[in-house]
């Protein structure tokens, strides 16, 4: 493990007592291009409004950014020239790159160089139209921000979540069904499931733990599935109707990314249907009560939506548990969903 990798670690750790740590990150003078001869462009200090911009953006209890001054050998242009940089001023983190003027848009990219990795650990780049320099700033600042705090992992020291209270969630899944193991996957296989359900979520986040956001969902969701004998067995179908009462809880990873554990009581009617070859037709029906599990990982595809990847396992307790595992794809939609970026105070 890397010293600046401890350093980000110590941090988060730290992260209650503000003012005790800060990773320190420099920005060199950023090149200038400008393809249409305005010099106006020349007027500009990009890295001057980079900073500007970060320095509004990011708590300075975490990190804290400052600009190399002028630099004997001019702008940095190459990977080499951000290398050497950091080597001769003792430089962790460096920010180099270019702004670009052309006839109808500006761009910018920056590069993040991590000097003791000997790597460049992010690019960042934006454009607009070329009348909105401020706005580009603006933005690739935000951008730079957005990677420390949820890709790296750091928060402002002291930092205020306004947490959104009670949303109310509606989803719906389809996937496909297996029993795992004993006598039942000898005998019994499954076709397809649809589900729909409801979430109730009391405060988002609930609270902060290592720096992430965690937060807890209570529902309830029903769920009709049909499975069919195997091959060696005389046919049927099977009619699965189930209940759950799941706990979940999540944490967010990064932004609009989520994943979460839940589990719950199961309550589940099985109607076996057997048109049978030399007799009447037979149906029976069993209840029986079980638990149920799940991991899922969510994305925040808008404020509304969120599609999700999902695997239940539900154990009935039969005298033999059926035990069954079902993936599926789910699309949740919450009127009120919690922001995908923490909103800071």
């Given at each position: 493990?890397?010293?600046?990798?401890?350093?980000?670690?110590l941090?988060?750790?730290?992260?209650p007592?503000?003012?005790?740590?800060?990773?320190?990150?420099?920005?060199?003078?950023?090149?200038?291009q400008?393809?249409?001869?305005?010099a106006?462009?020349?007027?500009?200090?990009?890295?001057?409004?980079l900073?500007?911009?970060?320095a509004?953006?990011?708590?300075?209890?975490?990190?804290?950014?400052?600009?190399?001054?002028?630099?004997?050998?001019?702008?940095?242009?190459?990977?080499?020239d951000?290398?050497l940089?950091?080597?001769?001023?003792?430089?962790?983190?460096?920010?180099?790159?270019?702004?670009?003027r052309s006839?109808?848009?500006?761009?910018?990219?920056?590069?993040?160089?991590?000097?003791?990795?000997?790597?460049?650990?992010?690019n960042?780049?934006?454009?607009?139209?070329?009348?909105?320099?401020?706005?580009?700033?603006h933005?690739?600042a935000?951008?730079?921000?957005?990677?420390?705090?949820?890709?790296?992992?750091?928060?402002?020291?002291g930092?205020?979540?306004?947490?959104?209270?009670?949303?109310?969630?509606f989803?719906?899944?389809?996937g496909?069904?297996t029993?795992?193991?004993?006598?039942?996957?000898?005998?019994?296989?499954?076709?397809?499931?649809?589900?729909?359900?409801i979430?109730?979520i009391?405060?988002?986040?609930?609270?902060?733990?290592?720096?992430?956001?965690?937060y807890?969902s209570?529902?309830a969701?029903?769920?009709?599935g049909?499975?069919?004998?195997?091959?060696?067995?005389?046919?049927?179908?099977?009619?699965?109707?189930?209940?759950?009462?799941?706990?979940?809880?999540?944490?967010?990873?990064g932004?609009?990314?989520?994943?979460?554990?839940?589990?719950?009581?199961?309550?589940?009617?099985?109607t076996?249907?057997?048109?049978?070859?030399y007799?009447s037709?037979?149906v029976?029906?069993?209840?029986v009560?079980g638990?149920?599990?799940?991991?899922?990982?969510?994305?925040?595809a808008?404020?509304?939506?969120?599609?999700?990847?999902?695997?239940?396992i539900?154990?009935?307790?039969?005298?033999?548990p059926?035990?069954?595992?079902?993936?599926?794809?789910?699309?949740?939609?919450?009127p009120?969903r919690?922001?995908?970026?923490?909103?800071?105070?």
């Amino acid at each position: 493990m890397g010293f600046h990798t401890r350093l980000f670690i110590l941090i988060m750790a730290l992260a209650p007592l503000p003012g005790l740590l800060a990773v320190e990150l420099f920005i060199a003078p950023l090149v200038l291009q400008d393809d249409t001869g305005n010099a106006a462009t020349a007027r500009l200090h990009p890295e001057a409004d980079l900073l500007r911009n970060l320095a509004e953006a990011a708590a300075h209890d975490v990190l804290a950014v400052q600009k190399t001054g002028e630099l004997p050998g001019g702008p940095v242009r190459s990977f080499l020239d951000a290398a050497l940089l950091c080597q001769r001023q003792g430089y962790g983190f460096l920010l180099y790159g270019y702004v670009k003027r052309s006839e109808f848009s500006l761009s910018a990219e920056v590069k993040l160089l991590d000097s003791e990795k000997n790597t460049v650990a992010a690019n960042f780049f934006n454009s607009d139209d070329r009348d909105h320099y401020a706005r580009l700033m603006h933005d690739l600042a935000a951008r730079i921000v957005e990677y420390f705090y949820n890709d790296v992992g750091l928060k402002p020291a002291g930092s205020k979540n306004n947490p959104r209270r009670n949303l109310l969630g509606f989803s719906l899944s389809l996937g496909y069904w297996t029993p795992a193991g004993n006598e039942w996957a000898s005998v019994l296989t499954g076709l397809g499931s649809v589900s729909t359900g409801i979430s109730f979520i009391p405060s988002s986040p609930l609270f902060l733990l290592m720096s992430r956001e965690w937060y807890v969902s209570l529902g309830a969701g029903v769920e009709y599935g049909l499975g069919m004998n195997q091959p060696a067995h005389e046919s049927f179908f099977l009619h699965s109707a189930k209940l759950r009462l799941p706990v979940e809880l999540f944490v967010q990873v990064g932004a609009g990314h989520a994943f979460g554990l839940g589990a719950g009581p199961l309550f589940q009617i099985d109607t076996m249907v057997q048109d049978r070859m030399y007799d009447s037709p037979f149906v029976a029906a069993t209840a029986v009560s079980g638990v149920a599990f799940s991991a899922e990982y969510r994305y925040a595809a808008s404020q509304l939506f969120s599609l999700g990847l999902e695997t239940v396992i539900d154990i009935a307790f039969y005298a033999q548990p059926l035990v069954t595992i079902s993936p599926r794809l789910s699309l949740s939609f919450m009127p009120q969903r919690t922001p995908r970026e923490t909103t800071n105070e």
